[in-house]
């Protein structure tokens, strides 16, 4: 069975069903993902078959956290630190309903993104920037649906970077290694102060031996006080709660 094929597999076995405009809009991001890796240091995966599973199917694995009605609906998700654009650009692939910001530090990333938002037609915006400025705009604070986030910091500092920009009643999902769970026991506190609750972990394995993963989903409940996020670096260097 070949890489995509695979992936059709192992979609449809956390219940998401692909069409064939998405599959092929999936194949032809990954064409754009190899080109633009030449020009700027996007991603170490390149092999088909591990970019597929690791990439391509890792990012879609949030929507068997979420309730299965939201892929339908109109929604808005704001994905902090994209990086090369998971698990954001999948999702708008797969759920074409749904408007997405990728959030990302790094000017050639966010450029290279904003070409491939262009090229797949995709309703989305690639936005350079640090998430403790951005989620201090009233443009994007309490805005979205839903916050996205995939190897960016530990749990503590994640929340406080992610969860200022979820509307009250929205969700935030952290995309998390076996480690997850240990950093959420340390994060736990933050995240009550930064208005999460409602915390669910979903533990899943990625096929062929590809690693373990720790989906993390927190609720809002309230709003962010307004002190967070704090300034530029402090969410790492001190962990709030901690």
């Known amino acids: 069975m070949d890489a995509w094929q695979n992936l059709l597999s192992e979609a449809s076995a956390i219940g998401l069903e692909l069409d064939s405009d998405a599959l092929a809009k999936l194949k032809r991001y990954y064409a754009l993902l190899i080109e633009g890796n030449k020009k700027a240091n996007l991603t170490r995966i ?3 078959r591990e970019a597929v599973i690791k990439h391509f199917l890792d990012s879609l694995t949030v929507l068997s956290v979420l309730p299965r009605e939201l892929r339908e609906r109109k929604l808005s998700f704001i994905d902090v630190g994209t990086g090369a654009g998971f698990p954001g650009i999948p999702l708008l692939i797969v759920c074409p ?7 990302d530090a790094t000017g050639k990333k966010v450029a290279f993104l904003a070409e491939s938002i262009q090229a797949l037609e995709l ?3 690639a936005l350079h920037g640090r998430a403790e400025e951005v989620a201090r705009d009233p443009a994007h604070r309490d ?5 996205f986030a995939r190897a960016v910091a530990e ?3 994640l929340s406080e970077l992610c969860l200022p920009f979820v509307k009250v009643g929205g969700r935030f999902v952290a995309m998390k290694g076996s480690a997850g769970e240990t950093e959420l026991a340390k994060a736990r506190k933050a995240i009550k102060i ?5 915390i669910e972990v979903h533990a899943l394995e990625l096929p062929e031996g590809m690693g373990e993963r720790r989906l993390i989903t927190v609720s809002k409940a309230s709003a962010t006080p307004k002190a967070y996020p704090r300034r530029t670096g402090m969410p790492n260097q001190q962990p709030l709660g901690q």
Not at 143 to 147: G, K, N, Q, V
Not at 194 to 198: I, K, R, S, Y
């Open 46 to 48: 390149t092999d088909e």
């Open 97 to 103: 309903n749904w408007h997405g910001v990728l959030l």
């Open 123 to 125: 309703d989305g915006l």
């Open 143 to 147: 805005r979205y649906d839903l916050a």
């Open 155 to 157: 749990m503590s500092a």
């Open 194 to 198: 930064l208005g999460g609750a409602g």
